[in-house]
């Protein structure tokens, strides 16, 4: 599939991160917030993004960074080949969302959910070609990992799938396609694994260093539970335990009181300079 341009909706940190990835693959973005102020700080991180990939030799060799282009219009996304949405983990407004952009591509647009756990069938029925839609759960930050999960909902045409294949694979990632579930298999085995790693911490048996260090050590977990919670953002984390939770009824994915807590104090993790560890280059 040749996508001329690839619209994102949501200028947090998946949004910045897919763009980031987008555009230093050589795929113009245009990116949409309904906040300037946001899409100027999107517009710093993906500099920046940029800038570290290129350190980390993740950018391809030869490939110059394509266009950017930030807007607080839904509308521009009408030109697009393919759009990703990615906005707050709330099924209500990525369905609304979603809704409204199916109104403005031309058909056979792939309308993309980047979401960690909301069922994409839930948000088919709003939009305009319910075969358009489809799932996708990048994982952060997007543009260095280089899997991503595909969700397949009931009603996606096989059209859809393999043109998302294709803008994946031209962004230089490794897809595997899922069946519609909540919390498809990444978050359905990750974030009950985060919040049990909480609790532990709450109960007084380990601090989070010691949880993540026998995480890493004995069980060859990259980078532990806790700090996986950091960068996934403590917030985003909660909205997506009690998005299983609402739909699976499994206490696991009851948000712990210590997530809850966190996320009251502002403690989110990597964005906001503190969540179980302190960040100093996030909080100067």
Known sequence: MDVPILAVVG???MGTGISTLAV????????VDVDEAVLERARVA?????RHSQLVGALPVGCAPAELRTT???????????????????AELKAELLAKVSTLVRPGTALISNTSGIPIDEMAAGVRRPGDL????????AYLISMVEVIRGPRTADETVDSVLSLLTRLGRRAVVVRDAP???TSRLLHPMINDAARVVSEGTATAEEVDALMQGC????????????LIGIDNLVDALTVLHARTGDERCRPSELLLEKVRRGELGRKSGRGFYVYREAAS
């Open 11 to 13: 200028a947090g940190v």
């Open 24 to 31: 230093g693959r050589g795929l113009p973005v245009v990116l």
């Open 46 to 50: 993906i500099a920046s993004g940029l």
């Open 72 to 90: 607080v219009s839904l509308d521009d996304v009408a030109a697009a080949g393919a759009v990703i949405e990615a906005v707050t983990e709330r």
């Open 134 to 141: 489809i799932g996708t759960h990048f994982m952060n930050p």
């Open 183 to 185: 919390g498809f298999v």
């Open 219 to 230: 069980l060859g977990h990259p980078t532990g539970p806790l700090r996986t919670a950091d």
